[in-house]
């Protein structure tokens, strides 16, 4: 089993473009989420889907734009990229869809804008 | 609003040298404390779940125990390869998923 896929792995942007980080995970869990990580501070969530068809802010969801296209895939999108966004981006999910129980994350995927 | 401070921030320690780790929480209703561990660039990896006050889990050289104010990881006679950040999180009535710490870095040097 593959758990939790990310892509890309690397890449870099410019100032106003726009990309889509894609997730998909292959364990039938019902609850996906997308984290942020940045020095000194930490794991932060951006957006959060407990199950297909329903998506919720997180701590830092500015910016952003997430899509569950179905059970399996959960994707991040960011419509015009600012240097602050500069980050490791990483998809978790979890089997349940209370929010509750442990998450099963990905690789990461490193983004930086310049 | 629920908080999680762990402590120390770098932790360097020889080769069979015992230690803990320290995780302070403030929540609304304890659901879960978690503890994850970080190799450089990879994703956090799931090492345990403590529900109540009291309880204790083991894994290999490593032990988690929850208070109602806290969390311990013992590190028993840590290998260079116990290297990595550990994190700790919280899942409690007022938040959603996890609430992370920003993690101990530990370094096991032979």
């Known amino acids: 089993n593959a758990g939790v896929t990310q892509t890309p792995k690397f890449q870099v942007l410019k100032t106003g473009q726009s990309m889509t980080l894609q997730c998909a995970q292959d364990?039938?869990?019902?609850?996906m989420y997308w984290y942020r990580q940045d020095p000194g501070m930490g794991l932060r969530l951006i957006y959060y889907?407990?199950?297909?068809?329903?998506?919720d802010k997180g701590e830092v969801p500015n910016g952003y734009n997430v899509s569950r296209l179905n059970k399996r895939e959960f994707s991040l999108r960011l419509e015009s990229a600012a240097p602050s966004q500069t980050s490791v981006y990483f998809c978790?999910?979890?089997?349940?869809?209370?929010?509750?129980?442990?998450?099963?994350f990905g690789e990461g995927s490193r983004l930086t804008v310049l | 609003e629920d908080q999680v401070t762990q402590s120390p921030e770098a932790l360097r320690l020889q080769e069979g040298e015992s230690s803990s780790l320290n995780c302070s929480y403030t929540?609304?209703?304890?659901?879960?404390l978690f503890w994850y561990r970080q190799d450089p660039g990879k994703g956090p990896e799931f090492l345990f779940t403590?529900?109540?006050a009291g309880e204790e889990k083991e894994k290999e050289r490593l032990k988690a125990t929850l208070t109602k104010k806290e969390s311990f990881l013992h590190i028993t006679a840590p290998k260079p390869e116990d290297s990595a950040t550990y994190l700790c999180a919280t899942n409690s009535n007022s938040g959603y998923a996890l609430n992370f710490g920003k993690g101990t870095s530990l370094l096991v040097t032979p």
């Open positions: 364990m039938n869990h019902n609850s």
């Open positions: 403590l529900y109540s």
């Open positions: 889907s407990a199950s297909e068809g329903t998506t």
């Open positions: 978790a999910s979890q089997k349940g869809t209370d929010t509750t129980g442990e998450l099963f």
């Open positions: 929540v609304s209703g304890l659901r879960g």
